[in-house]
């Protein structure tokens, strides 16, 4: 269950969606029966069609072949992994259905329907839009950004903890950062049975990493002159005692 605290500037979804592909690894490929994950295959067209590199011997490729009418239907399926270990990892899911043609050296995509499904419920994105929109500038660095914050700097992100509303830090026993993108820090705060995630907004969008250091110092710098949530520090007395 998520936390009440303020969600201010984001991405939209069409945006969330491309920057799944532009940060994923790896996808789910279902199509004439067959079904096979692909690790480091695809790539995104500035179209938002997705070009896919397969072994010779792949049943994809066979299928896209001897389709009858030349393109068979397909769903991808990426998933949103959170890099930093937390419970329930996944993110979000993206879910793009529909047509293969084969092309030198793999298959070419073309979606007919755009789906991103993230905590608050699932999302259908307009084609045009997809086809439109560009993946956070962050999206590729995001993961060694986020683990070098929680494993580097776990100081750092507790201290953020002090821009957080203390009822969203009730119970809190964990806090770690979730994402990153242009317009701000989700940390997630974790109980002994639930958790919830909480969003710290920049003063201005990042469109690099040399803008995003900035920010989150300036997020620091606010952080040090805000009082220390009373919750954490019941949980550092509880501690100590």
């Given at each position: 269950?998520?936390?009440?605290?303020?969600?201010?500037?984001?991405?939209s979804?069409?945006?969330?969606?491309?920057?799944?592909?532009?940060?994923?690894?790896?996808?789910?490929?279902?199509?004439?029966?067959?079904?096979?994950?692909?690790?480091?295959?695809?790539?995104?067209?500035?179209?938002?069609?997705?070009?896919?590199e397969?072994?010779?011997?792949s049943?994809?490729?066979?299928?896209?072949?001897?389709?009858?009418?030349?393109?068979?239907?397909?769903?991808?399926?990426?998933?949103?992994?959170?890099?930093?270990?937390v419970?329930?990892?996944?993110?979000?899911?993206?879910?793009?259905?529909?047509?293969?043609?084969?092309?030198?050296?793999?298959?070419?995509?073309?979606?007919?329907?755009?789906?991103?499904?993230?905590?608050?419920?699932?999302?259908?994105?307009?084609?045009?839009?997809?086809?439109?929109?560009?993946?956070?500038?962050?999206?590729?660095?995001?993961?060694?950004?986020?683990?070098?914050?929680?494993?580097?700097?776990?100081?750092?992100?507790?201290?953020?903890?002090?821009?957080?509303?203390?009822?969203?830090?009730?119970?809190?026993?964990?806090?770690?950062p979730?994402?990153?993108?242009?317009?701000?820090?989700?940390?997630?705060?974790?109980?002994?049975?639930?958790?919830?995630?909480?969003?710290?907004?920049?003063?201005?969008?990042?469109?690099?990493?040399?803008?995003?250091?900035?920010?989150?110092?300036?997020?620091?710098?606010?952080?040090?002159?805000?009082?220390?949530?009373?919750?954490?520090?019941?949980?550092?007395?509880?501690?100590?005692?």
């Open positions: 269950m998520g936390d009440s605290q303020a969600w201010t500037a984001a991405p979804a069409a945006q969330r969606a491309r920057s799944v592909l532009a940060g994923a690894w790896s996808c789910a490929v279902t199509a004439d029966g067959c079904r096979e994950e692909l690790v480091g295959a695809h790539t995104v067209t500035g179209d938002g069609r997705l070009l896919l397969v072994p010779q011997d049943a994809l490729l066979a299928a896209a072949v001897c389709a009858p009418r030349g393109e068979p239907s397909a769903v991808l399926e990426f998933a949103d992994v959170a890099p930093v270990p419970g329930d990892r996944i993110r979000g899911r993206l879910w793009l259905s529909g047509w293969f043609s084969p092309q030198e050296g793999g298959l070419a995509f073309r979606p007919a329907r755009v789906v991103l499904r993230r905590a608050c419920g699932p999302v259908v994105i307009g084609l045009d839009e997809f086809a439109a929109a560009e993946p956070d500038p962050l999206a590729t660095a995001e993961a060694r950004l986020l683990t070098h914050l929680a494993d580097c700097h776990p100081d750092a992100v507790e201290r953020l903890t002090r821009l957080v509303e203390p009822d969203s830090l009730h119970g809190a026993v964990r806090v770690q979730l994402a990153v993108d242009r317009h701000g820090l989700t940390l997630r705060i974790e109980r002994a049975r639930s958790h919830g995630d909480v969003r710290l907004a920049f003063h201005r969008p990042a469109d690099d990493v040399a803008q995003l250091t900035e920010r989150m110092h300036v997020l620091l710098v606010r952080a040090s002159a805000a009082s220390c949530p009373r919750t954490l520090q019941r949980q550092r007395a509880d501690g100590d005692g």
